[in-house]
Structure formats: structure tokens, C-alpha cells
């Protein structure tokens, strides 16, 4: 593969439920689709977005778990897996995950462990999106230190919402001691319905509140169980029924994407 400029871009929140792994899925095959190649990769221990893709998480399969930790024993070749899709692969997580945060705790340089470990497909991929666990925790620090960009998913409901700020807070201290680089590239709404006042209400504060000012996107991803399901089925929803409403969300946050890109 020839060498090209890669975004990598996290798509975090420290909350759980608010969409994280549906973007991340969703957003890299619609990219996809608009001509790009993706890599994902999922730094949950809980493998949702590995599972996601139609991947099959195994006892003994190589993972990121390999490359991050010290125990790892597989190469990153090993741990990367193509998809159904041409042009989308995925280095899989796994339960083993979990572990590293008491296997590493001393161990130095241990923020930049998954910076180093992917540095040979940077230019190899337009975009590298990783995934994130629903908390603050060394893996999610090892993401901050290796992304340029951020996304941030925010459930339009009101503990989402209130939650942002210690996720900025987070990015800010990450800015400052780790990676100065790192950019909170947009804010986008999730699980919207219209017909709900909460989440109308939330909407509209994410719009009128100075803080977010300039990082919201025009894109709403709705609620939507067809994306629910496409997850079930172990395909992103642009692949699963092109027609849903979900698969039209993430093609417009792809694009409004690469706009911001």
C-alpha cells in the first residue's frame, strides 16, 4: 500500500449507552462507502465493535491485547483482520483487555503503548478510527495519546449531557501533559426522537451552550432499532438496509466528516 495521510480520530465518551460503538462501526463503513479506507480499532474489552463487524472473538484469536501488552505474544499482522467490506479491517479486541491496566501499571512509556504498536499502517489507511471503553482508564489514555482528533457521541439525555464536561476536562488534561495535537474535532447527537421533549430539550442546550460552540455537528443520528439490529446481524447499518434512517445518519456524519477533515 502506498503511503497517504491518515486521520486518527477516537470516538470517546466516558459514559456508557450513549452510542460510542454503534458510531465507530457505522461511521468507518459509511466512510467506506465514500471511497475511503478504514481501520478500527477496538480498545473495549467488551469487543463490541470487533463482534460488530462479523468478527468472531476466540480464546486463543491475537487481538490489541497482543501489541499493548507484555504478555501479547502475536504480531500486529496477526491481531489485523479484514472484513466483509474491501477496504474496512479491524484489529479485534478481546476479554484479555481488561488485564492491562494491572499488568501495565508500572511499566514505562505505558500511555503510548498503542501508538507505537499501530505506527506501521499509519499511512496505510485514510482514516483510523479507535474505539474506546466506557470509562476513563489507562486503555482510554493509551487512545487519547495515539488519536489526533476526537469525536464525541452524546445521548440527547440529560445525565449524557451533563457528563461532557468531565470528558473535556479529560481531553484538556490529556492536551496538556500527553498529546498537545490532539483536536476535539465535533460533538454529535445521538438516540434523537423528535417526539420526546428530553431529548429536544438536550439538543437545544447542546446548541446554545458556549462550551460546545463550533464543535457540534449538523448531523443527528436518530434513534433507530434498524442499528440495533444491523449490530445483532454483525453488519453496519449502510450495508444492512441502505434505506433506514440510520444508515442515512451515518452517511451524512461521514460526510459532514470528511468536511471537518
Known amino acids: ?30 466512510l467506506v462507502k465514500e471511497g475511503k479506507t478504514v481501520l478500527i480499532v477496538d480498545m473495549d474489552p467488551q469487543h463490541n465493535a470487533t463482534s460488530g463487524l462479523g468478527i ?3 480464546d486463543e484469536m ?31 479486541s478481546h476479554p484479555d483487555l481488561a488485564g492491562t491496566e494491572v499488568e501495565l501499571v508500572d511499566a514505562e512509556g505505558r500511555e503510548d503503548r498503542l501508538k507505537n504498536a499501530i505506527q506501521p499502517l499509519v499511512g496505510k489507511y485514510d482514516v483510523i478510527i479507535l474505539d474506546t471503553p466506557p470509562s476513563l482508564s489507562l486503555l482510554t489514555i493509551n487512545v487519547f495519546s495515539c488519536a489526533d ?17 468531565g470528558l473535556f476536562d479529560t481531553i484538556g488534561e490529556v492536551q496538556a501533559e500527553i498529546n498537545p495535537a490532539l483536536d476535539i474535532t465535533g ?13 429536544r430539550d438536550i439538543l437545544e442546550r447542546l446548541k446554545t451552550d458556549e462550551r460546545y460552540k463550533g464543535l457540534l455537528f449538523n448531523t443527528i443520528i436518530r434513534s433507530n432499532i434498524t442499528i440495533a439490529a444491523s449490530a445483532e ?4 447499518v449502510v450495508f444492512y438496509r441502505t434505506s433506514s434512517f440510520g444508515a442515512k445518519d451515518y452517511t451524512g456524519l461521514a460526510r459532514e466528516f470528511l468536511m471537518a477533515g
Do not use: H
Open 187 to 199: 460533538l454529535i447527537p445521538t438516540f434523537f426522537d423528535r417526539r420526546l421533549r428530553v431529548c
Open 56 to 58: 468472531e472473538v476466540a
Open 62 to 92: 491475537a487481538s490489541v491485547y497482543d501489541l499493548i501488552s507484555d504478555e501479547g505474544e502475536a504480531s500486529i499482522a496477526d491481531a489485523l483482520f479484514s472484513t466483509k467490506w474491501p477496504g474496512l479491517d479491524v484489529i479485534a
Open 1 to 30: 500500500m502506498a503511503k497517504k495521510p491518515t486521520r486518527i480520530v477516537a470516538v470517546a465518551n466516558e459514559k456508557g449507552g450513549v452510542g460510542k460503538t454503534a458510531m465507530v462501526i457505522n461511521l468507518g463503513a459509511a
Open 233 to 236: 446481524a454483525g453488519k453496519p
Open 149 to 165: 482528533e476526537v469525536l464525541v457521541p452524546c445521548q440527547t439525555q440529560p445525565y449524557s449531557f451533563n457528563a461532557l464536561t
